[in-house]
Nanobody
Framework: QVQLQESGPGLVKPSQTLSLTCTVS??????????WSWIRQPPGKGLEWMGA???????YYSPSLKSRTSISRDTFKNQLSLQLSSVTPEDTAVYYC?????????????????WGQGTQVTVSS
C-alpha cells in the first residue's frame, strides 16, 4: 500500500518561499498513469488542489496559484516537492500530498486514493 509523508517547516515568514517534501513508500512515483498532487486546506475552508506532477514528470497547476507554485520530484529518493513563493498569511493551511492512478481530472480531489497525514504551515512574522 502506498504511504505518503509530508515534511517541512511549520512556520514561514511573509514574502518568503514555502518548501515542502513528500516522501513516498510502498510504490514508485514513476509508476505508469499515477498522478501526485499537493492539496491544502486553510483553517475553516475546504480543500484546494494546488497542482500535480505525473508519473512521466509532467506538471499541472491550479490557474489561481500557477504563478507562485513549483512542483518537482526526485526519482532516486522517491520524493516530490512543493515550492510556493511570496507567501502571505492567507497561505496558512494544512498541506497534503496525495496520489491517484490516473492523470485525468487531476483537480478532482475526491478521486485521490492515498493521502499523507498533512503538515500544518503557518505564515506569520
Amino acid at each position: 500500500q502506498v504511504q505518503l509523508q509530508e515534511s517541512g517547516p511549520g512556520l514561514v515568514k511573509p514574502s518568503q518561499t514555502l518548501s515542502l517534501t513528500c516522501t513516498v513508500s510502498g510504490g514508485s512515483i514513476t509508476t505508469t498513469h499515477y498522478a501526485w498532487s499537493w492539496i491544502r486546506q486553510p483553517p475553516g475552508k475546504g480543500l484546494e488542489w494546488m497542482g500535480a506532477i505525473a508519473y512521466d514528470g509532467s506538471t499541472y497547476y491550479s490557474p489561481s496559484l500557477k504563478s507562485r507554485t513549483s512542483i518537482s520530484r526526485d526519482t532516486f529518493k522517491n520524493q516530490l516537492s512543493l515550492q510556493l513563493s511570496s507567501v502571505t498569511p492567507e497561505d496558512t493551511a494544512v498541506y497534503y500530498c496525495a496520489c491517484k492512478d490516473t492523470t485525468q481530472a487531476m483537480g478532482v480531489i475526491d478521486e485521490y486514493d492515498y493521502w499523507g497525514q498533512g503538515t500544518q504551515v503557518t505564515v506569520s512574522s
